[in-house]
C-alpha cells in the first residue's frame, strides 16, 4: 500500500517531516533556502506559491518572527500566516500550520516537549508550539518537571557555542540540544529554527486515522 503524500511548506531542514515520515507518510518539502541536509524529496521554491496539487495533506509552518515574543518590535517581518491559512483552506485537503505561541492560530492543540517525555542529561525540553489544523485532533497530557530543569534551544546564546552562556540563559548546549529534540542531523542553526519530530508524529497519527475514516 502507497504512503499518502504530504506536502510541507517552509520545511527547514525538516524536523515536522522526519515526524510526518515515522507517521507513515511520504513526505516532499518546500522551502525558499537551500537544504543541504534535509532528509527527504526537497523543492528549492517559494512556498507561497508551490502548487497544491497531488498532495493528500498540507503543513505549513510560515515564518513565526511576526508573532515571537524574542523577536525585536522594532523589527518589521512579514504576516505569511494569514494568506498561507487562505490558501490552505481554499485548496480543501487536509491542514496544519505550525506556529509559536501568539500566533493567531483558530483551532488546534499547543505541544510541549513534557508530552512526549523529551528528557536528556537532567533536563527537559520546554518548546511551547501552536499547530492549528483542520480536523480533530487530541492533545496528550501536559506536565511541566520540577525535579529537572526546563530548557529551551533559541537565540543567540544557543549559537554562540559558548557552554557556560548557554547554562546561565536556561538554554540546552548544542550536544544535549540535540537529545532533547530528538535531532542529529542538523547544526545549530537549523536546530534553532527545527520542531521535535515527536510532535508532528504525533499529529500524524492521528491524521491517518481522518484519511482512512
Same mark, same amino acid.
Not at 557552554?163 to 548557554?166: L, P, V
Not at 538554554?171 to 550536544?175: G, K, V
Given at each position: 500500500m502507497s504512503r499518502p503524500r504530504l506536502l510541507d511548506l517552509f520545511c527547514g531542514a525538516g524536523g515536522c517531516s522526519m515526524g510526518y515520515h515515522r507517521? *507513515? /507518510? !511520504?513526505?516532499?518539502g518546500v522551502d525558499i533556502n537551500p537544504q543541504p541536509r534535509y532528509p527527504f524529496e526537497f523543492h528549492q521554491a517559494d512556498a507561497m506559491t508551490y502548487p497544491l496539487d497531488g498532495f493528500d495533506v498540507i503543513h505549513a509552518s510560515p515564518p513565526c518572527q511576526c508573532y515571537s #515574543? +524574542? =523577536?525585536p518590535k522594532k523589527n518589521s517581518h512579514p504576516d505569511l500566516y494569514k494568506p498561507t491559512r487562505d490558501r490552505l483552506i481554499a485548496n480543501g485537503r487536509p491542514y496544519? +500550520?505550525?506556529n509559536v505561541i501568539g500566533a493567531p492560530y483558530g483551532h488546534g492543540v499547543v505541544l510541549c516537549?513534557? %508530552?512526549f *517525555?523529551?528528557?536528556a542529561d537532567g533536563e527537559w525540553l520546554r518548546r511551547h508550539r501552536n499547530f492549528e489544523t483542520s480536523f480533530l485532533i487530541f492533545q496528550p497530557q501536559h506536565h511541566h518537571r520540577k525535579d529537572r530543569r526546563a530548557c529551551t534551544i533559541t537565540g543567540h546564546c544557543f549559537l554562540s557555542k559558548t557552554?557556560?552562556?548557554?547554562r546561565h540563559s536556561r @538554554? #540546552? =548546549? /548544542? !550536544?544535549t540540544g540535540k537529545k532533547l529534540m530528538g535531532i542529529d542531523w542538523m547544526d545549530r542553526k537549523e536546530l534553532v529554527q527545527a520542531i521535535p519530530p515527536a510532535y508532528t508524529e504525533w499529529i500524524g497519527k @492521528?491524521? %491517518?486515522e481522518v484519511l482512512h475514516d
Open positions: 507517521a *507513515g /507518510f !511520504e513526505v516532499v #515574543s +524574542i =523577536t496544519v +500550520i505550525e516537549g513534557t %508530552m *517525555g523529551l528528557e557552554k557556560d552562556c548557554a @538554554q #540546552s =548546549t /548544542f !550536544e @492521528q491524521l %491517518m
